[in-house]
């Protein structure tokens, strides 16, 4: 049985042993990755209203690809060139309403942010899309210039 069939658009894994691995892994990435995991509407405005770049990952613990872009997400996190972004994550399982707000098209998902102004989206897991979407943000920090990445 493949991993797709696990994960058919987004319903939970049948298989408990392989639910509870990811699970496990998803547990492992919450401590210490530099990733601020945000519960509410409130928060969450808040962390994008008092930073300059922002960056919401959108995902869901049962689901693989999101657990494995956030092993993506959490590896650029203590990157120099990324030190001015900020990184938050939202489990739509654990916070719905969040999810409703985002208007998100799938997860995983990744929404952009400077000045507290939504400037990107991008949903799936794409290592490379999200690699350059990252460092077009952080050039940010520098410059005056607003514009969508």
Same mark, same amino acid.
């Given at each position: 049985m493949s991993v797709t069939e696990y994960y058919d658009h987004g319903q939970y894994a049948k298989n408990l042993n392989f639910n509870?691995?990811?699970n496990g892994m998803a547990t492992a990435l919450d401590d210490g990755t530099g990733v601020i995991q945000v519960y509410s509407k409130a928060d969450l405005d808040s962390y994008i209203a008092d930073n300059e770049l922002v960056v919401v990952m959108y995902g869901?613990?049962?689901? !693989?690809?999101?657990?494995?872009?956030?092993?993506? $997400?959490?590896?650029?996190?203590?990157?120099?060139?990324y030190a001015a972004?900020?990184?938050l994550k939202v489990d739509v399982t654990d916070s719905p309403p969040l999810a409703d707000q985002a208007g998100l098209y799938g997860i995983p998902s990744w929404h952009f942010y400077r000045s507290g102004k939504k400037i990107s989206e991008m949903w799936g897991h794409d290592p490379s899309t999200l690699k350059r979407k990252l460092s077009e !943000?952080?050039?940010?920090?520098?410059?005056?210039? $607003?514009?969508?990445?």
């Open positions: 509870h691995l990811i869901a613990r049962w689901c !693989l690809k999101c657990v494995v872009g956030l092993l993506a $997400y959490v590896s650029h996190t203590s990157r120099s060139i972004l900020t990184f !943000l952080a050039a940010f920090q520098d410059s005056a210039e $607003y514009g969508v990445i």
